[in-house]
């Protein structure tokens, strides 16, 4: 039973292109649905089935994400805006799937989250917060920002939060922004914490 909702890019240049190599048998990859950019939804795996859409990589101290995830590939380079059309379809899909399956808005990750280093999507263009406010993703938290900051507390927030794959301090930095600053630079800072203390109910 499907207990994650993983969200992709595509990072191909058409849907079409995209379709092709998700249904290509040799290319050994697969995810249950591609949204289109102009919101077109293709299914090409059962949600009951397993798909090979996540690899390797960990949430909430969980492995095998292929096995206890639904995969949703959205048409998008990487490198621009997610279109209206295809976010609205992103949105119902969503809807349907946490109440099908009841699956917390918790559930619902990037790629980028479970797979630190290794990948990028739904990457910094995506909106999130547009998810969080309509109960499709888990809330990010809003807790005071911390005075004193320090690499050994930042991880423990993180993996009270779900980002639990093994990373160095660097790329774990770098994944949580991805999420919830993706305009963060420079080393840690205070207003990193802030998105996770209050999810992770710690002081």
């Known amino acids: 039973m499907p207990a994650l909702v993983v969200l ?14 998700l249904c290509d048998p040799e290319a050994q990859v697969s995810a249950h649905y591609l949204i289109g950019s102009d919101g ?29 995830s639904i995969g949703i590939e959205l048409d998008n380079r990487g490198d621009h805006p997610f279109a209206q059309p ?5 949105e119902y899909l969503l809807s349907s799937i946490l109440e099908r399956w009841d699956i917390p808005p918790e559930g619902v990750i990037g790629h980028s989250d ?15 917060q547009r998810l969080e406010r309509q109960g499709l993703a888990g809330q990010r938290g809003k807790g005071d920002n911390l005075q004193a900051v320090s690499p050994g507390l930042f991880r423990k ?4 939060a779900g980002f639990t794959a093994k990373s160095d301090d660097d790329t774990l930095l770098s ?6 600053r993706p305009w963060g630079k420079g080393p840690l800072h205070p207003d990193d914490f802030a998105p996770l203390r209050a999810k992770s109910k710690q002081t």
Not at 86 to 90: D, G, I, N, P, R
Not at 157 to 160: F, G, K, S, V, Y
Request: without cysteine; glycine residues 6%.
């Open 8 to 21: 992709h890019y595509t990072a191909m240049n058409s849907a079409q292109a995209a379709l092709d190599r």
């Open 40 to 68: 077109t939804t293709w299914q090409m795996v059962h949600e009951h089935n397993r798909a090979w859409h996540a690899g390797a990589g960990e949430w909430t101290w969980q492995s095998d994400i292929n096995s206890r």
């Open 86 to 90: 295809q976010f609205t379809a992103l």
């Open 114 to 128: 479970m797979a630190p280093g290794r990948k990028r999507d739904p990457g910094p263009r995506f909106d999130w």
């Open 157 to 160: 927030l993180a993996e009270n």
């Open 175 to 180: 994944t949580v922004r991805l999420r919830y």
